[in-house]
């Protein structure tokens, strides 16, 4: 398949390129493109669309640059608080992770006792019974309420973690 | 000794011993490499040609205005601008017109319905119109029968002047496939414009047809 090789192409391009068609071109060149199919279509096509062009700049809207420099000024600073964010964001689900996992700590030796189709409140009191009598011999008395503490902080923040990613996300795809 | 060595250390405030907010950094180092100035300047010689591509390659001129903006404020935004001006406005200017293609290929591919004001040639029409040759006329027609991708090859190789090199970084394509691609889109608009042409004079009775044309 020929892909258009005339060996006037490269003086055609060059001419044109520089807008100086017909004036720059030899008579030979003109008299090529004149019967050459190849060399009058490239020209055909780069007047026609050059044309085109100067018609479009022409009916190009008018739109002030300073509009456009302060929406990129505002994204960029958004851009750079959310990447400071991310480590704070890593943190939250750290500490969602660590209060499941302390969760499932004070749960897993109570799991045989558990059965789910007759859970009663009664059954938590029980099991935070059984819990803390299991925790008052490894812990002693003295560290009993400021575990309670650790515990009911660790459970609020994950808490709190939880509902800022959920209204995070919900903001995102809006 | 160690009197000696710390004597002549600068004492340490307690201002600067404290961090700094990390995001008052992170905004110090998001400041553009690019002041208004320079960007104003850049803008008014860019803005309208690359407004002319986007809408005679998406034929819809309100999209060419929304995505010119997009394209801008991602130019001034992207991390490598610095880079961009130091190699030179022609660099920048392509890798503007790149910005422009990817915008341009999402909304092809983010499906949609289709604009009911979409390729109004007498939008671009002006008073001078009168004057230009019949080609030229009948090729804003031509151009919107053919596809978005044909449309957008033609525009930067023959209305902007990009060489294949170029017209593949901006487009993304392998330079090869620019070379087949173009001559594809080119063999389909004259076709269309020589059936056009056809059409026209065989109402006027006149004229040589263009496939009578001498081939070397």
Same mark, same amino acid.
């Given at each position: 398949m020929n892909l258009g090789n005339c060996t006037h192409k490269e003086e055609l391009s060059r001419i044109l390129a520089r807008g100086a068609w017909p004036l720059a071109a030899s008579a030979e060149l003109q008299a090529h493109v004149a019967e050459c199919r190849d060399c009058s279509a490239r020209l055909r096509l780069t007047l026609g669309l050059r044309a085109l062009r100067s018609e479009s700049i022409a009916a190009a809207p008018q739109l002030p640059p300073g509009l456009i420099w302060w929406r990129a000024q505002i994204r960029r600073r958004h851009e750079a608080i959310e990447r400071v964010g991310r480590p704070l964001i890593a943190g939250q689900i750290l500490a969602l992770a660590a209060g499941l996992c302390i969760l499932c700590i004070a749960w897993l030796p109570q799991r045989h006792s558990f059965q789910p189709s007759s859970f009663q409140p009664s059954s938590f009191s029980i099991w935070w019974a059984n819990l803390w009598s299991a925790a008052a011999p490894t812990f002693g008395p003295a560290w009993r309420w400021p575990l309670i503490a650790a515990a009911s902080a660790m459970l609020v923040l994950t808490a709190v973690c939880l509902l800022d990613l959920l209204l995070e996300r919900a903001s995102n795809r809006r | 000794?160690?009197?000696?060595?710390?004597?002549?250390?600068?004492?340490?405030? /307690?201002?600067?011993?404290?961090?700094?907010?990390?995001? =008052?950094?992170?905004?110090?180092?998001?400041?553009?490499?690019?002041?208004?100035?320079?960007?104003?300047?850049?803008?008014? @010689?860019?803005? @309208?040609?690359?407004?002319?591509?986007?809408?005679?390659?998406s034929a819809n001129p309100a999209l060419a205005e929304d995505l010119m903006q997009e394209s801008f404020v991602r130019f001034l935004s992207a991390d490598r601008l610095a880079?961009?001006?130091?190699?030179?406005?022609?660099?920048?200017?392509?890798?503007?017109?790149?910005?422009?293609?990817? =915008?341009?290929?999402?909304? /092809? @591919?983010?499906?949609?319905?289709?604009?009911?004001?979409?390729?109004?040639?007498?939008?671009?029409?002006?008073?001078?119109?009168?004057?230009?040759?019949?080609?030229?006329?009948?090729?804003?027609?031509?151009?919107?029968?053919?596809?978005?991708?044909?449309?957008?090859?033609?525009w930067l190789a023959y209305a902007e002047g990009y060489s294949h090199r170029e017209i593949a970084a901006i487009t993304g394509l392998v330079s090869a496939s620019v070379r087949l691609l173009l001559f594809r889109a080119r063999r389909k608009v004259l076709h269309i414009l020589d059936e056009a042409e056809c059409g026209k004079r065989g109402k006027s009775g006149t004229g040589i047809k263009p496939s009578d044309r001498r081939q070397p």
């Amino acid at each position: 398949m020929n892909l258009g090789n005339c060996t006037h192409k490269e003086e055609l391009s060059r001419i044109l390129a520089r807008g100086a068609w017909p004036l720059a071109a030899s008579a030979e060149l003109q008299a090529h493109v004149a019967e050459c199919r190849d060399c009058s279509a490239r020209l055909r096509l780069t007047l026609g669309l050059r044309a085109l062009r100067s018609e479009s700049i022409a009916a190009a809207p008018q739109l002030p640059p300073g509009l456009i420099w302060w929406r990129a000024q505002i994204r960029r600073r958004h851009e750079a608080i959310e990447r400071v964010g991310r480590p704070l964001i890593a943190g939250q689900i750290l500490a969602l992770a660590a209060g499941l996992c302390i969760l499932c700590i004070a749960w897993l030796p109570q799991r045989h006792s558990f059965q789910p189709s007759s859970f009663q409140p009664s059954s938590f009191s029980i099991w935070w019974a059984n819990l803390w009598s299991a925790a008052a011999p490894t812990f002693g008395p003295a560290w009993r309420w400021p575990l309670i503490a650790a515990a009911s902080a660790m459970l609020v923040l994950t808490a709190v973690c939880l509902l800022d990613l959920l209204l995070e996300r919900a903001s995102n795809r809006r | 000794m160690n009197a000696d060595k710390h004597k002549n250390e600068e004492p340490v405030h /307690w201002e600067i011993a404290l961090p700094k907010p990390a995001a =008052l950094e992170a905004a110090k180092a998001s400041a553009p490499s690019m002041d208004a100035e320079a960007f104003a300047g850049f803008y008014q @010689r860019t803005a @309208r040609p690359l407004w002319a591509y986007l809408a005679r390659t998406s034929a819809n001129p309100a999209l060419a205005e929304d995505l010119m903006q997009e394209s801008f404020v991602r130019f001034l935004s992207a991390d490598r601008l610095a880079e961009v001006m130091t190699a030179g406005e022609v660099a920048a200017r392509s890798y503007l017109f790149r910005i422009a293609s990817n =915008l341009l290929r999402d909304h /092809w @591919r983010r499906p949609g319905p289709e604009p009911l004001d979409a390729a109004p040639e007498a939008f671009f029409a002006d008073s001078s119109a009168a004057q230009a040759s019949d080609s030229h006329l009948l090729l804003g027609p031509a151009l919107a029968q053919l596809r978005p991708r044909d449309r957008q090859l033609l525009w930067l190789a023959y209305a902007e002047g990009y060489s294949h090199r170029e017209i593949a970084a901006i487009t993304g394509l392998v330079s090869a496939s620019v070379r087949l691609l173009l001559f594809r889109a080119r063999r389909k608009v004259l076709h269309i414009l020589d059936e056009a042409e056809c059409g026209k004079r065989g109402k006027s009775g006149t004229g040589i047809k263009p496939s009578d044309r001498r081939q070397p």
